[in-house]
Nanobody, 121 residues
Framework: QVQLVESGGGLVQAGGSLRLSCAASGRTFSSYAMGWFRQAPGKERDFVAGISRSGTRTYYADSVKGRFTISRDNAKNTVSLQLNSLQPEDTAVYYC??????????????WGQGTQVTVSS
């Protein structure tokens, strides 16, 4: 079991960038595929990006493909999400989570507390 803590959110203007990080505790981080999800006010939590245990495979929601990049550092027990060309519709609380190793968009139930991203127009 891992515990997850996100950081890096904030307020940014449209077109700007942010980098989110998720720090994991425990020695088994590299045995988990990981993903980022987001939840806007009044909406369901949606998949954003996923990465395999080794980091060699990634998968993105169509809405963020080409703008966001997920990466991980197993030596540092971290998974990151680079957000570029941000738009107001990207405003949400962003969560990292452990995910299914085959279906990277399917969460396994371990979540961080979330970090707020707000994009102004």
């Amino acid at each position: 079991q891992v515990q997850l803590v996100e950081s890096g959110g904030g307020l940014v203007q449209a077109g700007g960038s942010l980098r989110l990080s998720c720090a994991a505790s425990g020695r088994t981080f590299s045995s988990y595929a990981m993903g980022w999800f987001r939840q806007a006010p009044g909406k369901e939590r949606d998949f954003v990006a996923g990465i395999s245990r080794s980091g060699t495979r990634t998968y993105y929601a169509d809405s963020v493909k080409g703008r966001f990049t997920i990466s991980r550092d197993n030596a540092k027990n971290t998974v990151s999400l680079q957000l570029n060309s941000l738009q107001p519709e990207d405003t949400a609380v962003y969560y990292c989570a452990t995910t299914n190793s085959v279906a990277l968009k399917v969460p396994l139930g371990t979540w961080g507390q979330g970090t707020q991203v707000t994009v102004s127009s």
